[in-house]
């Protein structure tokens, strides 16, 4: 059975900090893909890593998937308030439904 | 772009109820799925389909059923509503070819009193 693991789930940082959500899965993937929720809202996607290797950026995040440490990281640089969410990874093995981390509730303070 | 509609927002019935919610997503996706979301719990996925007419268990079927008719439409039904499904209900789409990004809804929240 595969299992995703986040860590932290809850993570409280200071405007301008870096720091890095991290993914661990149990299984062989080469896909995986990063998702945000902001509070009372459904998912939407941010990343899509599709192969080992694979790093994608977008303003203050970077995903990257490390398929052979099946491992995959959302690094924040220089943190703001509009980052406050919670991050969901969910790794792809076929045709079945994606399998969910637990999420890392972001919290960015003044 | 993908576009997933849930047929209500918020939503508030009594025990006992039944309960439709609705899924409609207008990608031609063929796989859809019903999740729920409770704090400190994730997404639990309570049932899937990969076409029309057909249906999968997911982690949490218990107390729901689903009904697909038609390619676009995946309806969540709930028997007789406890209060022990209060919770968000999230739709999702994807392709069956790869890559198998789900796309969700904006989700429903239910509280049954």
């Known amino acids: 059975e595969l299992k995703v693991e986040q860590n932290p789930l809850f993570l409280s940082m200071q405007e301008g900090k870096n720091y890095t959500i991290y993914c661990n899965y149990s299984t062989t993937s080469d896909r995986l893909y990063w998702y945000r929720q902001d509070p009372g809202k459904s998912l939407e996607s941010l990343f899509v890593l599709l192969s080992n290797g694979a790093v994608k950026q977008e303003g203050r995040l970077m995903a990257s998937l490390d398929t052979k440490a099946r491992l995959s990281t959302l690094h924040i640089t220089a943190a703001v308030h509009d980052l406050s969410a919670t991050y969901f990874c969910?790794?792809?093995?076929?045709?079945?439904?994606?399998?969910f981390g637990k999420g890392t509730r972001l919290s960015v303070i003044a | 772009d993908v576009k997933v509609t849930q047929s209500s927002r918020y939503l508030v019935k009594r025990t006992g109820e039944k309960v439709f919610l609705e899924c409609v997503q207008d990608m031609d996706h063929e796989n859809m799925f019903w999740y729920r979301q409770d704090p400190g719990l994730g997404l639990r996925l309570i049932y899937f389909s990969y076409d029309v007419k057909m249906k999968e268990k997911g982690d949490i079927p218990e107390g729901y059923s689903v009904s697909r008719e038609k390619k676009e439409r995946f309806s969540l039904i709930l028997e007789s509503a406890s209060t022990n499904q209060t919770s968000m209900y999230l739709c999702a789409s994807s392709w069956d070819y790869r890559p198998y990004e789900q796309y969700f809804g904006p989700g429903t929240r239910l509280t049954v009193t």
């Open positions: 969910a790794v792809d093995i076929g045709n079945t439904p994606l399998v």
